[in-house]
């Protein structure tokens, strides 16, 4: 079993006596040209490990190197560092990020109480060079100009050549103790926020709205102030505790890694899906890019027209409620092997689509899902029906007397079909607390402890009314 060498971040305080100004100059920069490799695996939650693989010539001894090019959003604290092919002859002595990157701002307060020029240009071109001592730069530079005081400057500022290490990139510092090659690929991991995915499906129905074709996008956004090239993906879909799980991961991550690559996978990872692309891709910085998670042909798809209530409406006196209220559009998907799915699908947005009569897509609606488990089903709010409409009314409101119940409530519903075929409308009614139907002009369902249904069949270009009374006790 071999052995990483975690490397935390020490107090930037205490190690600026041990590294002076001139060994930091003189040290090797290490930026990902010498890169040989780079793997990530992205969570779905602005989380992404990164194992980063470099080529890195090291002298015998204690020496110090930058290793630059690294993410912008790291988190230093979980920083590990392995030597591939050689871990027990490297050790990392101390280590420090670079975080204060060159900037203006940056610049000038290493230079507060220090002599620095200021540079004017008059209208004829001619310069004239003022030797002036930076007193401070909270809400703006303030300069001593020999017994007078100055506020701000129009012209330039020269500084001198900086006493302290200054960075134009995110940096890893190292102190490192070699006792093995003179040569080590070094494998350098770490966790760092400004990387995520998400799940994007695309579903074209057929004419009929009876089949759709499903293909799953896996949509990629870096952000993490870094650029990788060529790298190995792996996605990682559910919530991971940061707080206790971090160990466990670099565990899970470090075993996995050993099984051989293959084309594409989703397999179980602890409590999570993880999903193996089948190819190496690059990631720009500010950069989205999608690749194709899965593709199904002639997925079933039920399509249900569907009307719900709401609860307040069961407590207290109401009247009307309504003329042309909306019927929602659903449709449920099987995700398993005999409906040509049947694997984990990541939380994500569905877009729907159907062919009109001379084949072109036309947008539908769209709506998010869950994490879905295989086996289970998928239900989709496309929008809703422009055909089929409702009137409802409270026809009735009276207290009851009687445990457990204390108000008995009546209801018509008339669905309106203006299509020029029948259809089937679900009428969904959360009533919450105890409740029982005492008269319905349409068998009742209890759907679950707090779910009224009823099934009303409409016939082309009419109507049907639905009535139910109900007492209810909250």
């Known amino acids: 079993?071999?052995?990483?060498?975690?490397?935390?971040?020490?107090?930037?305080?205490?190690?600026?006596?041990?590294?002076?100004?001139?060994?930091?100059?003189?040290v090797p920069i290490i930026t990902r040209e010498a890169r040989t490799d780079v793997a990530l695996t992205i969570y779905d939650q602005d989380l992404a490990l990164v194992k980063d693989t470099r080529d890195v010539p090291l002298p015998a001894g204690e020496s110090t190197i930058r290793f630059e090019d690294v993410a912008a959003?790291?988190?230093?604290?979980?920083?590990?560092?392995?030597?591939?092919?050689?871990?027990?002859?490297?050790?990392?002595?101390e280590q420090r990020y670079a975080f204060d990157l060159l900037s203006p701002e940056q610049l000038l307060q290493k230079y507060v109480g220090k002599e620095v020029e200021l540079v004017e240009t008059d209208a004829r071109l001619r310069t004239r060079t003022t030797k002036a001592t930076l007193l401070s730069t909270k809400g703006g530079p303030v300069y001593q100009v020999g017994s007078r005081l100055a506020v701000g400057h129009p012209g330039r500022v020269l500084l001198p050549e900086p006493a302290d290490g200054f960075y134009a990139r995110p940096t890893l510092l190292w102190r490192l103790a070699n006792g093995g090659p003179a040569r080590h690929r070094l494998e350098v991991?770490?966790?760092?926020?400004?990387?995520?995915?998400?799940?994007?499906?695309?579903?074209?129905?057929n004419a009929e709205g009876t089949k759709a074709d499903l293909t799953g996008w896996a949509t990629l956004t870096n952000q993490s102030g870094a650029r990788y090239d060529g790298a190995t993906v792996k996605l990682i879909a559910g919530h991971v505790n940061r707080a206790r799980g971090r160990e466990a991961l670099l565990?899970?991550?470090?075993?996995?890694?050993?099984?051989?690559?293959?084309?594409?996978?989703?397999?179980?990872?602890?409590?999570?899906?993880?999903y193996t692309l089948d190819q190496r891709t690059s990631l720009a910085e500010?950069?989205?890019?999608?690749?194709?998670?899965?593709?199904?042909?002639?997925?079933?798809?039920?399509?249900?027209?569907?009307?719900?209530?709401?609860?307040?409406?069961?407590?207290?006196?109401?009247?009307?409620?309504?003329?042309?209220?909306?019927?929602?559009?659903?449709?449920?998907?099987?995700?398993?092997?005999?409906?040509?799915l049947g694997m984990p699908l990541p939380a994500g947005t569905v877009r729907v689509y159907?062919?009109?009569?001379?084949?072109?897509?036309?947008?539908?609606?769209?709506?998010?899902?869950?994490?879905?488990?295989k086996d289970e089903k998928v239900a989709l709010?496309?929008?809703?029906?422009?055909?089929?409409?409702?009137?409802?009314?409270?026809?009735?409101?009276?207290?009851?007397?009687?445990?457990?119940?204390?108000?008995?409530?009546?209801?018509?519903?008339?669905?309106?079909?203006?299509?020029?075929e029948p259809v089937t409308v679900l009428v969904r009614e959360p009533l919450g607390g105890v409740w029982k139907v005492v008269q319905a002009s349409h068998t009742p369902a209890k759907l679950d402890a707090g779910t009224l249904g009823f099934e009303v069949a409409v016939p082309a270009a009419g109507e049907t009314a639905l009535s139910y009374r109900v007492q209810v006790g909250f």
């Open 1 to 26: 079993m071999r052995h990483r060498l975690a490397a935390p971040l020490l107090a930037l305080a205490g190690l600026a006596a041990a590294w002076t100004a001139g060994a930091e100059d003189a």
């Open 251 to 274: 565990a899970a991550e470090m075993a996995e890694r050993k099984a051989a690559v293959p084309r594409f996978t989703e397999e179980a990872l602890f409590e999570y899906h993880l």
């Open 189 to 205: 991991s770490y966790l760092t926020g400004g990387l995520s995915w998400g799940a994007d499906y695309v579903a074209v129905l």
């Open 73 to 93: 959003k790291i988190d230093p604290r979980t920083v590990t560092v392995y030597s591939i092919g050689a871990p027990e002859g490297l050790a990392v002595v």
């Open 354 to 373: 159907q062919l009109d009569k001379v084949g072109a897509e036309q947008f539908l609606g769209e709506d998010t899902i869950p994490h879905t488990p």
């Open 381 to 420: 709010r496309v929008g809703q029906a422009s055909d089929v409409v409702a009137t409802r009314t409270q026809t009735e409101y009276r207290k009851l007397d009687a445990e457990p119940f204390d108000a008995e409530v009546a209801f018509a519903i008339t669905l309106r079909n203006r299509k020029s």
């Open 286 to 340: 500010d950069e989205t890019k999608q690749l194709r998670l899965l593709a199904a042909r002639d997925v079933g798809v039920k399509k249900s027209l569907v009307l719900v209530g709401q609860p307040g409406w069961f407590r207290s006196r109401q009247g009307d409620l309504g003329r042309d209220l909306p019927v929602g559009v659903f449709l449920e998907v099987r995700n398993d092997a005999p409906n040509n």
